[in-house]
């Protein structure tokens, strides 16, 4: 008897495999069809007002190390020029899931199956680092001096101790490396760790000598516990009302930053492939542009003692597909030019986006890339990072008031003065499909206008994770510099960038 139900379950699982493959054939066929956009021109002026300059809290440009000390990045010599060259002010230390594994006292990540179970993706992580004669401690600490980077470090708080967590902090004081904040566990929120934490009561006492080790020998080092983001209006299905409840109850603590995750929506349900990125599109603009006043009422909403701030320590778009196109960059130089628009109080104190392995690739041999050294390429958001951090970090600007002479939809344009260069930069994202005539209200002699550009959303700098299913979709992002003896621009579809006068 068991062995027919045996055969059964068998040929139950071979005919789902040959249903799934047979869709997946399908689709990849109707993702060949193209969608031809009626283009259009429009001209648009613009004024911009320099009364009332915005100073920008530079620890918005961080970044989450995710699970790169695999390897030694620190001994990189392009890595750390491209990363150096960002501008990148933060570095989320050990990473995300990683953290709550982490042991600083033993070699690599200091994992050992021999000593305590860890979960099945950090054994990967085990093998790979095990015969390094030192902790990957060492090698962030090499990174952060050459790249000039802050740290906030995400402490073990589910098989590690204070004492661990003090010698951590100690070490990287001892460096002179700044520790902006201590995150205390990563991602408890989430569905696999509530066997662990099924209340918020379990995990404030679970953190509570973690409080108290903290404030007696570091006082001066902000605390963050896990929360959630969330809109009041609504508060509807079963997760967010726990954590609704979970917010409330963490909110009475002794600590200063609620810790919060995002990853924005992608539409991959679209079965022609370029509405995949035409409506993912129009949902992430809508969301981009919610979510810092949305968030930023809610915590405030559930406040009773003095206001705490925000550490997004982890933010992207939440798909594969959506890696390295320009589609993700015109996202993430928007999300954060949203954040210092938005962000009147600075309550967005640290934002680490996911993650540096993204920014900063591995490049194969074989294939071109917008822009390479050696070993490593720049991906899309590269580009609409460093456009971003170029004028705030290095010019060191101030965002100003801007009016257009009309709104179109998907096209974004911000402005910044810099008295160190007494210079004048308007951060531009267009994904709208059309062609901006844009014409400035100075006169001028010459406009340096830096940019990239594609044909469509989904193009990339070299390498995508769509492309292995869609071979025929590989557009490719290309990097312009011009310089512009008058005072309108054009500019061209689906590209972004910085002009500057």
Known sequence: MKKKILKYVLICF???VIVKQFQKKKNIKKDNQE???DNQTFDISIHIDKSFPKQINRNIFGMNTGFVWNTEIDKDSNFVHLLKSSNNQILRFPGGGVANDYQPDEPGYGYNPLKRPIAKPLIMLYNQTKDRKYNIIENFISLCHQSNAKAIYCANVLNGSPEKMLYVIKKLKEQNIEVVGVELGNEFNLGNYRHIFPNAKVYTDTIKRYIHALRKYHPDIPIGLIAEPLNLNQLTDKRSQFMHKWNLAISQEDFDAYIIHHYFPFDDRQKVFDNIYLKSSNLIDSATSEFVPNTIQYFKSIQKNKAKKLWLTEWNIWNAYAFNTFLQADFVGTFLNQIIAQDSNYV???????????????AKNNIQYTYKENTRFASATYFSYKFLTDIVIKDEAQIVAIELSQQIKQFKLYAYYSTKTNQQYLYFSNSSGHQINLKIDAVVKSINYNYIVANK????????HFIKDNPTKNEFIELKKE???NNTISIKPYSLGVIQY
């Open 348 to 362: 967005f104190d640290v934002t680490c986006m996911h993650d540096i392995g993204g920014l900063i690739a591995g």
């Open 35 to 37: 969608i031809v956009l």
């Open 483 to 485: 310089t512009i003896q």
């Open 457 to 464: 959303l989904y193009a990339h700098t070299g390498e995508a």
């Open 14 to 16: 071979l005919l789902l």
